[in-house]
C-alpha cells in the first residue's frame, strides 16, 4: 500500500517545538508579559503542530502571578500527559517565583552556570501614604458596607489584622507553590534544606538542590536527546502590530516600569 513503507534515506529528522516564555506573569498580558489567555493558542500549537517529538520551554521570567503560572505549568502538563510527549525546560537568565513554577511543568530542567532559579516564596509590596496626606491636609474618606472591605488602604495607617490577614492569604498560595515543586520534583529534592524559604539559587547550586537536573543549553542538549539532525522550530509571543505601531506611552511606561522592579529583584 502506497505510504506503508518508508526508506531509511528519506525518513524526517525529529522536531522538538521550542515555546519561548518570556517576561513578567501577569492575567494583564501587556507588552512583556506573560498570561494563560494569551499563551494557550501558542501551548497547543507547539504541541500539536507538525507532531514534534518533545517540547522545549525556553524560560527567562522572574515570576509574577501564581494563578496565571498554575493555569501555564497545567496546560503545559495536560498536554504532555495527553500525547505522551517530553517537555524539557531550558533557563536562559531566570526562572524564579512563577518564573521556576513554569519550569516545573517540564520532566527535566537545565540551566546555564549563571541562571537563577528558585525564589519559592510569595510576596506582597507596596506604600503607604497616611503621614503625607496628614501633612498635606488631606482627609482620607473612605466608607464601606463591611469592615475588612479596606484593608491594607496605602492612605491609612496599617493595622496588625489586615497584615496577619494577607499573610494567612500568602501562607495558603506558598502552600499551592511548596506542593506544585514537591509533586513534579519529588525525590529529586534535595532532603535535607529548607528549599521553600524564597532563596534563590545561581546555576550548579539550584542542580545541587535539586531544583534542576544539570547544566545544559537548548540546542547542544536536544542534540544530545534527539540526534545532531534534530530540527528545532521557535514561537513565540508577538505583540499585535497596532501595539507595536502606536503604542500606548502612559499603558507601556507603566508596565515597563513594572516589569523592570520585578527584573531587578535578580540584578537583570
Known sequence: ????????????????????????I????????LSHEALAPLVERAFRKGKPAAVALAINSPG????????????????????????HAFVEDVAASGGYWLATAADDIWVDESSITGSIGVISAGFGFPELLSRAGIERRVHTAGEDKSILDPFRPERDEDVARLKAIQARIHDAFKAQVLARR????????DLFTGEIFVGTEGVEAGL????GHARTKLRELYGKNVQLRTIAMKRPLLQRLVP???????????SRAA?????L
Not at 502506497?2 to 515555546?19: C, E, I, M, N
Not at 534542576?212 to 547544566?215: E, S, T
Not at 527584573?263 to 540584578?267: K, L, S, T, Y
Open 1 to 24: 500500500m502506497p505510504g506503508r513503507f518508508r526508506l531509511p534515506f528519506l525518513s524526517r529528522a525529529p522536531r522538538v517545538t521550542v515555546l519561548r516564555l518570556r517576561g513578567v
Open 248 to 258: 500606548s506611552v502612559a499603558a507601556g511606561a507603566m508596565a515597563d516600569i513594572e
Open 26 to 33: 501577569s492575567a494583564n498580558a501587556g507588552p512583556g508579559s
Open 212 to 215: 534542576a537536573d544539570g547544566i
Open 186 to 193: 519529588g525525590d529529586r529534592l534535595d532532603s535535607g534544606r
Open 263 to 267: 527584573w531587578a529583584r535578580f540584578g
Open 64 to 87: 509574577g502571578s501564581p494563578v496565571q503560572s498554575s493555569l501555564i505549568a497545567a496546560h503545559i502538563r495536560r498536554l504532555a500527559d495527553e500525547l505522551s510527549m517530553p517537555v
